[in-house]
């Protein structure tokens, strides 16, 4: 096995995947939509190609089909402004734009303007419904959501308080979610999401006292979920993810001999 020449496949493979997307699959699409195709269509469209990109390490390509995406929805919901839907889309498409800013460009103050964006988009819904296609439950999840990305760019700005509210704002709404839902296995799993994220932020701002009933929280969650659903690795995947990340906030608090345990 020679692993630069494995490598260098890889690469080949991957240049002919983006060279036929880039000259075949994007023009049918342009030319699909001139015959009447919904807006919605090939805004997802680009979206799905952005995350194909994305996962091929192609950011700024990734980032153009979110652009797209997000400006063709953007006509759509001020063409129809009564659409809950294109709205809610909208502020999906922001949180792509506001994922590879952070993710890969590192920039999380236009992460932040993003994730506030789509907050506020959403937020709108949740107050003021105008074509009512999201129940409580929906608006829960998504707002919750948002809240969650909003914390991670506090936190990389170095705002460890505004992460641990926005953190605390998501745990409060995923607790409606499944108050909303009690059989809703996902937003249980999500719930412990939450829980895990104000365990980091409040060891960010060195309150291991108060990290931990979180992380305990969240690890008991996962637990749970694990034992109930054996056939499901990603609940066991998001055990060891809380694990990982109570020992880095153990390390973070000076609690090494625990951390190692």
């Known amino acids: 096995h020679d692993p630069a020449r494995a490598e260098a496949e890889w690469l080949r493979l991957r240049d002919g995947l983006l060279t036929m997307l880039q000259k075949e699959i994007v023009p049918l699409a342009e030319r699909i939509e001139g015959h009447g195709v919904s807006p919605f269509a090939f805004a997802t469209f680009h979206q799905r190609l952005g995350d194909l990109l994305r996962k091929l390490g192609q950011v700024e390509d990734a980032r153009r089909e979110y652009q797209q995406a997000s400006d063709r929805i953007a006509r759509v919901a001020h063409d129809q402004p009564n659409n809950d839907v294109a709205r809610a889309n909208l502020g999906v498409m922001l949180v792509k734009l506001g994922e590879v800013a952070l993710d890969h460009g590192g920039d999380a103050a236009r ?32 707002l919750s959501g948002i809240a969650i990305k909003q914390g991670t760019a506090e936190l990389s700005l170095g705002h460890p308080a505004l992460a641990r509210d926005r953190f605390q704002k998501a745990l409060e709404l995923r607790h409606a979610w499944t108050k909303a839902e009690p059989k809703n296995v996902t937003a249980e799993s999500y719930l412990s999401e939450a829980e895990g994220w104000l365990g980091v932020a409040y060891s960010h701002l060195g309150h291991w006292q108060s990290a931990r ?5 969240a690890l008991q ?29 153990l390390a973070r608090s000076d609690q090494h001999d625990e951390a190692e345990k």
């Open 111 to 142: 992460a932040r303007d993003e994730f506030d964006r789509a907050w506020k988009i959403q937020e709108e819904i949740a107050l003021h419904p105008r074509s009512g296609n999201y129940s409580k439950a929906d608006n829960h999840r998504l």
């Open 213 to 217: 009933p979180h992380f305990d929280e």
């Open 221 to 249: 969650i996962c637990a749970a979920l694990a034992d109930q659903h054996p056939g499901q690795l990603s609940f066991k995947g998001d055990l060891a993810s809380v694990y990982g990340e109570q020992g880095a906030a």
